[in-house]
């Protein structure tokens, strides 16, 4: 018998409105570190730093849902949600702290179980703790004391049978530092508090996250866990391949507390000899002849804090992390090998004392180490070590090689997802039981509605004037766009040197009669001048000019929103009919920050901001870029208030602020604080006693909830692909993702895009170091002088103004 279904919506959105009567925030709360929610390729774990100390906080809380949506028609899906019950036990919470200092959590994690082996029945009274891997501690329980010093050696397992094993000590010292109290997340659950404990939730995820970690075959990274027994490895190419793994995390639900299950894959290093792994790499024969410098700096980016593990010692498989790459060839090195100076070779040295002859001798070594004392490894003595997870950059090949291989149809993935939790057992899971943890093994069954689409306004001289989507489709063939942008020149780049000239012509005149018919002003005899003005770039292969009419239809549809045109309206939003965006004049903003990818330490974070322009339609909207301290995540400096023409009449202006994805839930409050404070003070600099109502929302696609048909046989209930419906949502913005060709919430994308453009105009500098230093585009290196300054004196070079014919267009689309 199924379980009744229930609400999945979260709690306490995280919606905000603030009137003008509310003073402005004040001295939050300590800022909390981030946690990723487990995208397809996580990236390390980021801080918000605060940009300027805010007033009082005290008069802001989260809104409670004030009820449930009543349009629509109601329907029944099931979501990747396990129900759990919240357990009755008294938990506390214990500092840990272990001398010498270890950053690697496995290597922590190892200690902490070490200790519980050897101490649990004597010094911790029988209990089985939950560990981080970090500095905290829990227990569902009281342990005998209130602080406590243990001493616990290791044995590095870097030996075969018979080899001599390193063995280390480490003193570590457990304090009591809280109770961790359920209570509040209980009243959370049931309403009575707008807030959720994240502690209380940290906890729990800690203790479901205990048993995966300590299986041999699961590679950890925060809420996800990969495993290369969980479906084939997949070759990425360039000596990567693709692992299956899955996300889980404890969710607080309006049917309750859940699991979140989902299935996830990622990019790993293949275990292969280091030399075969760069001749993958650099897809060509190096095994003789010398590399080239752009060859060397390449695989010094690549294995740079790989482990590898040596060969040619038998049994002795001793593991390094590699630091970086010589400049010389293997045969050019020498070294000291003692205090009186005696100088050998580095193929001297290993064939006198391994008895191994070097072969590769052009090949350049690997630096391991530090950098005052390092060690040379050659090429051909390593092997990369399993089980590590590639964190930098894919390219496009091995991004679409991972998509392929996450791409699962509804169906398959729901019966992954449910095969998962049952593999997982958490019913005969140890610490589970420690702590009182109980999972359903089936999905939630959820009630949602089918919300009807919105009617989208063309332009009157078109056959169609207006248009309904069905199921979540519609297309410009006897449409114009309700506003067409005015193109005077434009270029047509073609890099592919296997398509002749009369296909490009072709292929041109076609996007040209496209514009033309969906409403655009543009005069054909100009299109294929040489004329630096709208330039559109197009990929290396025919395929990109053999396109059909909507392919085309949709490349005039970006070209018209650049050039300042508007490609449709809703009619809602034309008659006024819109709740809280069209019965007041409103700006709608959108704002996101970008980060560089992990690896590359010295590039800046671009922070972007959009602002829409034409209230009532909310279709068009300026935007701002600007360089920000690396890793950072709040906005600063960048808040500028586009006054709508119609506040001049004493109307109020409403600030809708819409943030992209990439703040957790646990930085809801401070976000929120830090940036209404920036609202704030750039309305009271525009006009003084201006205070606004403020709506704030964040939009997050990283949530791992997916939806799926309650019966996969009910045709009226699935679309083609075997999704549920569009539409099928609690609490969407609906409206204003129509307006968007890809159905996704605009201001939020918009500021996604900007921020992404905008790393293209710094101009970067690879050094022979393979770090990447950021500069304006068109500009050599800008000296400190030219530099801003973020949080810890680091210098921060600005972007390259934007031309003013482009402030007020939509650039970045």
Known sequence: MEEAPRELAPQAPPVQEAGPSQPSPEAPPPVQPREEHGPAEPTAGQEIVPTAPPQSSKSFRFPLRPGKGSIGTRCLVKANHFFAELPDKDLHHYDVSITPEVTSRVVSRAIIKELVNLYKHSYLGGRLPAYDGRKSLYTAGPLPFTSQEFHITLFDDDGGPGSE????????????????????????????????????????????????????????????????????????????????????????????????????????????????FVAQLLNCEIHSRPLSDVERVKIKKALRGVKVEVTHRGNMRRKYRISGLTTQATRELTFPVDEGGTIKSVVQYFQETYGFAIQHTYLPCLQVGNQQRPNYLPMEVCKIVERQRYSKRLNQNQIRALLEETCQHPRDRERDIIRMVKQNAYDKDDYAQEFGIKISDRLASVEARILPAPWLKYNETGREKDCLPRVGQWNMMNKKMVDGGKVRSWICVNFARNVQDSVVLGFCHELAL????????????????????????????????????????????????????????????????????????????????????????????IAAVVASQDWPEVTKYAGLVSAQAHRQELIEDLYKVWQDPQRGTGATCILQKINWDGVSEGQFYQVLLYE??????????????????????????????????????DQNSIDRSGNILPGSYKQPLLHLCKVHPLCIVPPAYYAHLAAFRARFYMEPETSDSGSV????????????????????????????????????????C
């Open 773 to 812: 230093a950021s500069g304006p585009a068109g500009r050599g290196p800008q000296s400190a002088s030219h530099c801003t300054r973020g949080p810890g004196g680091a210098a921060v070079r600005p972007l390259p103004a934007l031309k003013d014919n482009v402030k007020r267009v939509m650039f970045y």
């Open 676 to 713: 209404l404070n920036a609202i704030r003070k750039a309305c009271a600099s525009l006009e003084a006693n201006y205070q606004p109502k403020v709506t704030f929302v964040v939009v997050q696609k990283r949530h791992h909830t997916r939806l799926f048909a309650h019966n996969h046989n």
């Open 165 to 276: 094993r390193r063995r280390r000590n480490f003193k570590v010292v457990i304090k009591f530092a809280a109770r961790a109290d359920l209570r509040r997340l209980e009243l959370f659950l049931a309403g009575r508090h707008a807030e959720a404990p994240q502690e209380a939730l940290q906890v729990l995820d800690i203790v479901l996250r205990e048993l995966p970690s300590s299986r041999p075959r699961y590679a950890p990274f925060g809420r996800l866990f990969f495993s290369p027994d969980l479906g084939r490895r997949q070759p990425l190419g360039d000596g990567l391949e693709s692992w299956r793994g899955f996300y889980q995390s404890i969710r607080p639900t309006q049917m309750g507390l859940s699991l979140n299950i989902d299935m996830s894959a990622t990019a790993f290093i293949e275990p292969l000899p280091v030399i075969e």
């Open 514 to 605: 496209m514009r033309h018919a969906s409403g655009m002003a543009s005069d054909l005899k100009r299109v294929c001048e040489i004329d630096l003005g709208i330039v559109s770039q197009c990929c290396c292969t025919k395929q990109v000019f053999k396109m059909n009419k909507q392919i085309l239809a949709n490349l005039a549809l970006k070209i018209n929103v650049k050039v300042g045109g508007r490609n449709t309206m809703l009619v809602d939003a034309v008659s006024r009919r819109i709740p809280l965006v069209t019965d007041r004049p409103t700006i709608i903003f959108g704002a996101d920050v970008t980060h560089p990818p992990p690896g590359e330490d010295s590039s800046p974070s």
